[in-house]
């Protein structure tokens, strides 16, 4: 089955530091990728959606230049928290957007980056 | 096999309808049970959030995890046109293991 991963699963940095976490379709070819956001028992925040080839087009209120997306190919992206502060840490979860066999649209998500900045 | 399955649908009901929405899971260590419902183009919002087993209402929600069975439910009553939406689960221990969702759709 369809099968999203990110890495790394967890990471710690210090405040002013840049993190780089990665998405990825693992046996299926993703057209459209989606970042969210998630604070503790808080609904998943979309951020942006990143299609391959093309540049991210992100929600109101989140910073481009802050939040870098580049989607290289159809199997990866990778979301950049530039100059990360501690009200970032969060969690940071993609997922894949893919049409099944039977002209499904089904998203497929990935298990999430818990992001700590001290 | 997957860490947690989820019937895709779609599903179809009527206006009032009770609908039943399930996933099971296979990680006994899973310890917190969430169901989320996404609208297009949306961020999935999050309608229940379980720690354990039991059973958990709000309003016409009402979230049931039977771990012995590792299965999960959610049943919406009086169903109205509004819940129209995909419906994901969802459920964790150190990280997140979501459902693909079950399609809805309630007819007036």
């Known amino acids: 089955g369809a099968v999203v991963s990110q890495h790394p699963s967890r990471v710690i940095c210090k405040s002013g530091t840049s993190v780089k976490i990665e998405c990825r379709s693992l046996d299926f070819q993703a057209t459209t990728m989606f970042w969210y956001r998630q604070f503790p028992k808080q609904s998943l925040m979309l951020m942006a959606t990143s299609n391959e080839g093309s540049k991210a087009t992100y929600e109101q209120g989140v910073e481009k230049d802050k939040f870098l997306i580049n989607h290289a190919s159809l199997t990866l992206s990778t979301l950049t928290v530039t100059s990360a502060h501690p009200e970032d840490s969060s969690f940071y979860i993609c997922?894949?957007?893919?049409?099944?066999?039977?002209?499904?649209?089904?998203?497929?998500f990935g298990p999430g980056t818990r992001l700590t900045v001290l | 096999q997957k860490e947690v399955e989820q019937d895709p649908g779609p599903l179809s009901v009527p206006e009032g309808a009770i609908v039943s929405l399930n996933c099971t899971y296979s990680n006994s260590a899973f310890q917190y049970f969430m169901w989320y419902r996404q609208y297009s183009r949306k961020g999935p919002e999050l309608l229940m959030y379980t720690y354990s087993s039991g059973n958990k209402e709000d309003g016409r929600f009402t979230a049931q995890v039977d771990k012995s069975s590792k299965y999960i439910s959610l049943f919406i009553r009086d169903s109205q046109p509004s819940d129209s939406a995909t419906y994901l689960c969802?459920?964790?221990?150190?990280?997140?293991?979501f459902g693909t969702g079950t399609s809805l759709t309630v007819i007036p």
């Open positions: 969802a459920m964790s221990g150190n990280q997140f293991y």
């Open positions: 997922s894949a957007f893919t049409r099944t066999s039977g002209g499904t649209d089904t998203q497929y």
